[in-house]
């Protein structure tokens, strides 16, 4: 039995690289199609940062991908691949949405906590799902993960179409009712700072959690834990650690981080539940995490890098008339290079391996 | 009872059914062969869009079926790479990919078809009319009009389930995917069995794009798939790993989309039927099969490994 290389500590360069390949393949792309790949990252490069409040708007989608990235990355130190972040973020949003509407007259000091432990607590309850049945049954999680990100779409469509959180508003996109003035997260960046920022507190619950993360893991024995599992699953049960006690336990966590990003959009962004809300940050969050390399500092980080991308692909479509989409394809190309690297391959030889087995 | 089995929805039933029966079959053949594809959302994706686009620069529809299918390989073949010759972690590969061909298709789309959308006048795939079947009630509406790709759908089911089961490469390529040591003992190329698999799962799922966009809807839209090759993939499962498993899988979930549509707004004892829900039972029935609640769904012993030859 060979020992799986975990080297985490390993220096940016790999990630550095990879990004830079990906955006001259990226680049390259854009020459073929007819355009200047010069004027097109000038023109992203604006729309992330170009002014006060691009970068508050590019921090607006940081937090949720930052969190969303550390729910990724709290599962594959553990050794676990949770592709489940998007549908746990959409439970989280879902309980928040439904808890910030259900005492709307609540002072937000009872309220905000209320919303806030709903989110997390929907979002972990959803995770953990996905950990005990691969602990009990033998379910590889990246199935359960993936069919549960469906379920909840659907889910969502039904109670805000005509289901129980079913409200009237005035978009045209079914919503629940807007959560009470207690559970909004308040703006942190005043006016005469940047005019009409968006950026909320959710950015503060979002540090404090990158914090927690690495706290967990490397300064509590549940963390030691984890890594240990996460490091070769035979030798942790060697030393005394039940890894399937453990699955559950972790998977709750990475639920937990992206149900308070759910949390954060209903009481930071949207002080409602939309459907069809925040797609895609999930998704993300794995090229992320990925990226990052699992550490506190990596997920951050690439988070504000895709944060910047996404933002900046939205500018660069109008002002150089250049799809947006070409954002994913230099993420897309970011993760095929980061497929390869061998941190992700230890990871892979256990994809499939029904715990019974291994334990 | 005309919204539960009258014969406008059994061919819906087929008509939603068959994509996700094709992705299915892929996913069985690569799956079969110890190689975990979920980049089969992506590989029916490109073939949607590169479908449209050939039919649009050729107008012939032979040329579009196969540029459409030479996307999905195309697709497939990077995975094949990354995931055989580089043992790169599969699910990684498989979403970096998807995410690529949804990036490159919504790029393409928008910067060829943004202002007029894809062109109305492309040729189709023709449907298969079945006059004598005019006049048998249910079964003739079903069945009696239904694309040329849902036949060659059925005529691969058929050719896949005797192939893999009743074929001594069938045999070896189901080796592959439980014991590729002793493949590789018996003489076996285990690479180049699981490139082959990879690549005919691409190409099976690049049909399953074509028949949506050249077939069912006769254009192109960003993300038209909209996890039909993830639905393929819990077909797979379901239908526990077989071609014909994996049909009825299709049909079952197929049915239930149909019937969220057919029930809209059909009110039950008061209530108005949540047809919306009708849509999860795809997830949680795979979810259940797997868990051994539901049947038992057992993969491939050596899925989603990858092979290193001797000498480790």
């Known amino acids: 039995m060979r020992q799986p290389s975990f080297d985490w500590t390993q220096g940016p360069a790999i990630p550095v690289v990879s990004v830079l390949f990906a955006l001259v393949l990226g680049g390259l792309f854009v020459w073929i199609s007819g355009h200047d790949p010069i004027q097109a990252y000038a023109a992203l490069f604006r729309g992330a940062f170009g002014s006060p409040y691009d970068v508050s708007e590019t921090l607006v989608i940081a937090v949720p991908l930052l969190l969303a990235g550390l729910s990724v990355a709290v599962a594959f130190r553990a050794g676990l691949f949770n592709i489940g972040a998007q549908g746990q973020l959409l439970v989280g949003a879902v309980a928040a949405g439904w808890v910030g509407a259900l005492w709307p007259d609540l002072p937000g000091i009872l309220l905000l906590p209320l919303t806030l432990a709903a989110g997390v607590l929907g979002g972990a309850a959803y995770g953990g799902i996905a950990g005990w049945l691969k602990a009990a049954r033998g379910v590889n999680e990246v199935i359960t993960t993936i069919m549960q990100n469906y379920t909840i779409v659907f889910v969502m469509h039904w ?60 300064r509590t024995s549940l963390g030691y834990e984890l890594r240990a599992v996460g490091l070769g699953m035979r030798a942790a049960a060697q030393a005394g650690i039940d890894p399937r006690k453990r699955m559950v336990i972790v998977m709750a966590i990475a639920g937990g981080f992206a149900g308070l990003a759910g949390m954060i959009q209903v009481s930071g962004l949207f002080h409602r539940v939309y459907d069809g809300f925040s797609a895609g940050f999930g998704f993300d969050a794995i090229a992320v995490a990925l990226l990052g390399k699992n550490t506190p500092v990596g997920v951050l980080l690439s988070a504000l890098l895709f944060a910047a991308f996404s933002r900046g692909g939205t500018l660069m479509q109008s002002d150089a008339e250049i799809s947006s989409h070409l954002v994913e394809i230099v993420e897309a190309l970011v993760l095929f290079v980061i497929a390869a690297e061998t941190v992700v391959r230890a990871v892979a030889r256990r994809w499939g391996r029904p715990v019974k087995a291994a334990s | 009872m005309e919204v539960l089995i009258g014969a406008g929805v059994l061919a819906a039933t087929i008509r939603l059914a068959t994509p996700v029966a094709l992705a299915a079959l892929g996913g069985v053949v690569t799956e079969r062969s110890g190689v975990v594809n979920i980049a089969l959302e992506g590989c029916m994706l490109v073939g949607a869009f590169f479908g449209v686009f050939a039919a649009d620069k050729t107008g012939s529809l032979p040329a579009a079926l196969a540029v459409a299918i030479l996307a999905g390989l195309a697709l497939a073949a990077m995975h094949a790479v990354a995931a055989i010759t580089f043992r790169a972690d599969q699910i990684v590969s498989g979403m970096a990919l998807n995410i690529l061909a949804l990036g490159l298709t919504s790029y393409l789309d928008y910067q060829l078809y943004s202002s007029t959308g894809t062109p109305p006048t492309i040729p189709l795939v023709p449907n298969v009319h079945l006059g004598f079947l005019e006049k048998v009630p249910v079964l003739g509406g079903a069945v009696g009009d239904q694309s040329a790709i849902v036949w060659v759908t059925l005529a691969i089911v058929v050719f896949l389930q005797l192939f893999l089961f009743r074929t001594v490469p069938g045999l070896r390529l189901r080796s592959v995917g439980e014991h590729p040591r002793a493949a590789d003992t018996l003489g076996i190329d285990v690479r180049r069995t699981r490139y082959w698999a990879v690549l005919a799962s691409g190409a099976l799922a690049a049909l399953g794009g074509v028949y949506l966009s050249l077939s069912v809807a006769g254009s192109f839209s960003d993300n038209m798939t909209n996890g039909k090759g993830f639905i393929g993939l819990a077909a797979m499962i379901f239908g526990r790993w077989t071609p014909l498993g994996a049909l009825g899988a299709a049909l079952v979930f197929g049915y239930g989309d149909a019937l969220s549509v057919s029930l809209q707004g059909v009110e039950v004892a008061g209530f108005v039927f949540p047809v919306q829900l009708l849509s999860t039972i795809p997830y949680l029935l795979t979810i259940l099969a797997v868990a051994g609640f539901v049947g038992r769904s057992r993969m491939p012993a050596a899925d989603g490994q990858p092979y290193e030859s001797e000498g480790h």
């Open chain 1, 159 to 218: 109670l805000l179409q005509n289901g129980p959180m079913q409200a009237p508003n005035a978009f045209g996109t079914p919503a629940s009712a807007p959560i009470g003035a207690g559970a909004i997260l308040p703006i942190v960046l005043p006016d005469f700072l940047v005019p009409s920022s968006r950026l909320h507190a959710g950015i503060v619950l979002a540090l404090l959690a990158t914090l927690g993360f690495w706290f967990l893991l490397w």
